[in-house]
C-alpha cells in the first residue's frame, strides 16, 4: 500500500467558508509515490485520529501566523493571520512530532514548524533584516531567483544528493525564521543570513524549507528528492 501523506488544508473565512489546498502539492506527492489526504480543521481528538492513520504530514505555504503565538507584538507589516488555520497547522504538526512520523513543511510550514516547537519569528524582513536580498520574486514562480547555502551532511543536503552547498530557490515570503526551535538546525540560509531550511535533529526526518520546491519541480527535476524522503518509509 502507498505512504499516505496528511496535508494540512488552508482556510478562507469568505463565504462561503472553506479548506483548501492547492493542487501542486497534492501532484507533488502524488508523483512521489504517496496517497495524499486533505486535513481541515477538526476537533482535537478527530485530528489525533487522523494523524495516528497517516505516514507523513505536508504543511503548505499560506498568511502570516499570528505574532501572539510566539509572544510578540503584530509589527506594521504582519499580513493577514486566520486563527483556525494556525490551530490546524500547531495541532497537527505537535501530534505528528509525537508520533514520529515525517514532516516537510513548505513556507509558512516551516515558519509555523518553528512555532509550533518553540521558535519565533521575523515578521518583515524588508524592515527588519538590514542589507536583505528581494525574497518576494516579481517573475515565474517556477523560476529560481536566489542562491542559498546547505549545511554538509544535513538532512537537506542528503536528500538533494550528499555533496550539495549550494541551491538556487524560488522565494515568496516576508517573514522568515528567527530563533531556531530547541531540537532544531539550521540547514540553509541565504546570502543576508535569512533562514531558508530547518531540520529536526532527533533522527525523525522533519525538514522544513521556505521556498516552494513544490512549484519547481518542471525545470529543477532534483527538488523531487524532498517529496520521496517525504513519501519513503
Same mark, same amino acid.
Given at each position: 500500500? @502507498?505512504?499516505?501523506?496528511?496535508?494540512?488544508?488552508?482556510?478562507?473565512?469568505?463565504?462561503? #467558508?472553506?479548506?483548501?489546498?492547492?493542487?501542486?502539492?497534492?501532484?507533488?506527492? #502524488? +508523483?512521489?509515490?504517496?496517497?495524499?489526504? *486533505?486535513?481541515?480543521?477538526?476537533?482535537?481528538?478527530?485530528?489525533?485520529?487522523?494523524?495516528?492513520?497517516?505516514?507523513?504530514?505536508?504543511v503548505?505555504?499560506?498568511?502570516?501566523?499570528?505574532? *501572539? *503565538? /510566539?509572544?510578540? +507584538?503584530?509589527?506594521?507589516?504582519?499580513?493577514?493571520?486566520?486563527?483556525?488555520?494556525?490551530?490546524? =497547522?500547531?495541532?497537527?504538526?505537535?501530534?505528528?512530532? @509525537?508520533?514520529?512520523?515525517?514532516?516537510?513543511?513548505?513556507?509558512?510550514?516551516? +515558519?509555523?514548524?518553528?512555532?509550533?516547537?518553540?521558535?519565533?519569528?521575523?515578521?518583515?524582513?524588508?524592515?527588519?533584516? &538590514?542589507? !536583505?536580498?528581494?525574497?518576494?520574486?516579481?517573475?515565474?514562480?517556477?523560476?529560481?531567483? !536566489?542562491?542559498?547555502?546547505?549545511?554538509?551532511?544535513?538532512?537537506?543536503?542528503?536528500?538533494?544528493?550528499?555533496?550539495?552547498? #549550494?541551491?538556487h530557490? &524560488?522565494? /515568496?515570503?516576508?517573514?522568515?525564521?528567527?530563533?531556531?526551535a530547541?531540537?532544531?538546525?539550521?540547514?540553509? #540560509?541565504?546570502? =543576508?543570513?535569512?533562514?531558508?531550511?530547518?531540520?529536526?535533529?532527533?533522527?525523525?526526518?522533519? *525538514?522544513?524549507?521556505?521556498?516552494?520546491?513544490?512549484?519547481?519541480? &518542471?525545470?529543477?527535476p532534483? /527538488?523531487?528528492?524532498?517529496?520521496?524522503m517525504?513519501?519513503?518509509?
Amino acid at each position: 500500500m @502507498e505512504p499516505i501523506i496528511g496535508i494540512t488544508c488552508g482556510h478562507s473565512w469568505q463565504d462561503p #467558508e472553506r479548506f483548501y489546498v492547492n493542487a501542486s502539492y497534492i501532484r507533488a506527492i #502524488e +508523483q512521489a509515490g504517496g496517497t495524499p489526504i *486533505l486535513i481541515p480543521h477538526l476537533t482535537t481528538k478527530r485530528l489525533e485520529s487522523i494523524v495516528n492513520m497517516i505516514d507523513g504530514l505536508l504543511v503548505p505555504g499560506g498568511i502570516d501566523i499570528d505574532p *501572539l *503565538l /510566539f509572544n510578540d +507584538q503584530p509589527h506594521p507589516k504582519c499580513g493577514e493571520i486566520d486563527p483556525i488555520w494556525d490551530e490546524l =497547522d500547531i495541532t497537527v504538526i505537535r501530534k505528528a512530532m @509525537e508520533r514520529e512520523i515525517p514532516i516537510l513543511a513548505i513556507c509558512r510550514g516551516m +515558519q509555523v514548524l518553528n512555532v509550533a516547537m518553540g521558535g519565533d519569528l521575523i515578521q518583515d524582513i524588508p524592515s527588519q533584516v &538590514n542589507g !536583505h536580498i528581494k525574497h518576494t520574486q516579481q517573475s515565474p514562480k517556477w523560476h529560481a531567483t !536566489h542562491r542559498v547555502t546547505v549545511k554538509p551532511k544535513s538532512l537537506l543536503s542528503k536528500a538533494l544528493n550528499a555533496g550539495t552547498v #549550494e541551491l538556487h530557490v &524560488n522565494s /515568496f515570503h516576508h517573514q522568515a525564521v528567527k530563533k531556531v526551535a530547541p531540537g532544531f538546525i539550521v540547514s540553509a #540560509e541565504a546570502a =543576508d543570513g535569512v533562514i531558508e531550511a530547518i531540520e529536526y535533529v532527533g533522527g525523525t526526518k522533519v *525538514l522544513g524549507v521556505q521556498w516552494h520546491p513544490e512549484l519547481m519541480l &518542471n525545470h529543477y527535476p532534483h /527538488f523531487r528528492n524532498l517529496f520521496s524522503m517525504l513519501v519513503s518509509k
